[in-house]
């Protein structure tokens, strides 16, 4: 079976700019979380998604937003990029939406890099 | 709130021994889940491990192993038999409710 994807897989984007970055889930998982990786440090969470609702959000500013399709694919949408947006984006899937005994696969990730 | 504590930024160990690396945690969730992950130099998160706060036996996967003291509130990963392979990020998480909390992660380096 195929893990979870993300793509792209690299992108360069300038400061103000707007970014969407894609993300398949293993099959039959229905839920889909968002982290943030900045170098040198442990990812952060910035969403969740389960069933196509919103169950969670982390500490992030208004700029960030996603969603999740019928499928469970879901996108990450970034306005107005800021330097500070530069890191690897990394999409987790599970099956499901708590943690217990479910954990997080993660796909390769997106490197975002603001100029 | 949630905090994952990792105070070992590298270690190095030799190649075919054992290694322990720590984890300490805080949190007022009664019901929690304590995750460790692998990060090679390419980037993608392998799971490795996983331990449930009312689990009373240590988890166990091949060559790793949790070792899970809940009164101290540690959960350190133990990896026997060390690989060339093993080189890499380690970086544990605790679950609660819709999230991971991460800690800032050990870069373990294994010597032929």
């Known amino acids: 079976d195929a893990g979870v994807t993300q793509s792209p897989t690299h992108l360069i984007k300038t400061r103000g700019q707007q970014v969407t970055l894609r993300c398949s889930p293993i099959?039959?998982?229905?839920?889909v979380s968002w982290y943030q990786q900045v170098l040198g440090q442990g990812p952060q969470f910035i969403f969740q998604y389960y069933e196509k609702e919103e169950r969670g959000r982390g500490n992030f500013p208004d700029r960030f937003s996603a969603r999740q399709f019928p499928n469970y694919s879901s996108e990450l949408n970034v306005n107005a990029l800021l330097l500070g947006d530069s890191a690897l984006y990394l999409c987790?899937?599970?099956?499901?939406?708590?943690?217990?005994?479910?954990?997080?696969?993660f796909g390769n990730g997106t490197r975002l890099t603001v100029t | 709130a949630q905090k994952i504590t990792q105070t070992q930024p590298g270690m190095f160990v030799q190649e075919k021994e054992a290694v322990t690396l720590d984890c300490t945690y805080d949190t007022s969730d009664q019901s929690y889940g304590l995750f460790w992950y692998k990060q090679p130099s390419s980037g993608e998160m392998i799971f490795l491990i996983y331990?449930?706060?009312?689990?009373?036996q240590n988890a166990t996967e091949g060559r790793y192993s949790l070792n899970f003291q809940k009164a101290r509130k540690s959960a350190n990963l133990v990896i026997s038999a060390s690989q060339l392979g093993d080189s890499a990020m380690y970086f544990c998480a605790m679950g609660s409710n819709y999230k991971l909390t991460f800690g800032k992660g050990t870069l373990l380096t294994v010597n032929p």
């Open positions: 331990q449930g706060s009312y689990d009373e």
């Open positions: 987790a899937s599970s099956l499901a939406a708590g943690y217990w005994g479910s954990p997080l696969h």
């Open positions: 099959s039959g998982h229905k839920s």
